[in-house]
């Protein structure tokens, strides 16, 4: 089964709308497998947005998401197309180029708080998994007793 990588940035934390969050996920139909709620580390969140380290935004990103005012909840949520239907649910990256109905389209209005995170691609979600739920057990696999209903064998 594909898994994903959804986190609640700081900011979507200190706006209450981890709840918002995870039930969109849970309502779709998608099983979540992990789940924790850290101030990271510095060291996680650089290596977690190594692609744009030359960015401008870089260490203002990078404080905004470890400076403990607000921790993070990380998420592994697993299912059929999770990672491009999790990208979908998310919605665009700058929240005013965002669809209604997509979170960042509902909750807000700046690229700099658009308060989730999803895995952009089948790698990128494979390497994000591994350096948030990298310790043994942090992900846990289960099975639906209603899957038959959710999810049809063809
Ligand atoms: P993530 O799901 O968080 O990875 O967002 P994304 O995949 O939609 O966008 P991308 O990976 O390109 O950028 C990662 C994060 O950097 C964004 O979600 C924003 O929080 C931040 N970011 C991206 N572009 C800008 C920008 O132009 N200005 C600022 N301030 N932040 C940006
Ligand atoms: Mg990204």
């Known amino acids: 089964q594909e898994r994903t990588f959804i986190a609640v940035k700081p900011d979507g934390v200190q706006r209450g709308l981890v709840s918002e969050v995870i039930s969109r996920f849970e309502r779709r139909g998608y099983k979540l497998v992990g789940l924790k709620l850290l101030v990271p580390p510095t060291d996680l969140v650089k290596q977690h947005y190594a692609d744009l380290s030359s960015k401008p935004f870089f260490n203002g ?3 905004y998401m470890t400076n403990g005012k607000a921790p993070v909840v990380g998420m592994v949520w697993e299912g059929p197309d999770v990672i491009k239907q999790g990208r979908a649910m998310v919605g665009a990256t700058n929240p005013l180029s965002a669809n209604p109905g997509t979170i960042r389209g509902d909750f807000c209005l700046s690229v700099g708080r658009n308060i989730v995170h999803g895995s952009d691609s089948a790698e990128s979600a494979q390497t994000e998994i591994g350096l948030w739920f990298g310790g043994k057990g942090e992900v846990v696999d289960w099975s639906f007793g209603n899957e038959e209903w ?5």
């Open 61 to 63: 990103l990078v404080d």
């Open 150 to 154: 959710v999810i049809s064998a063809n």
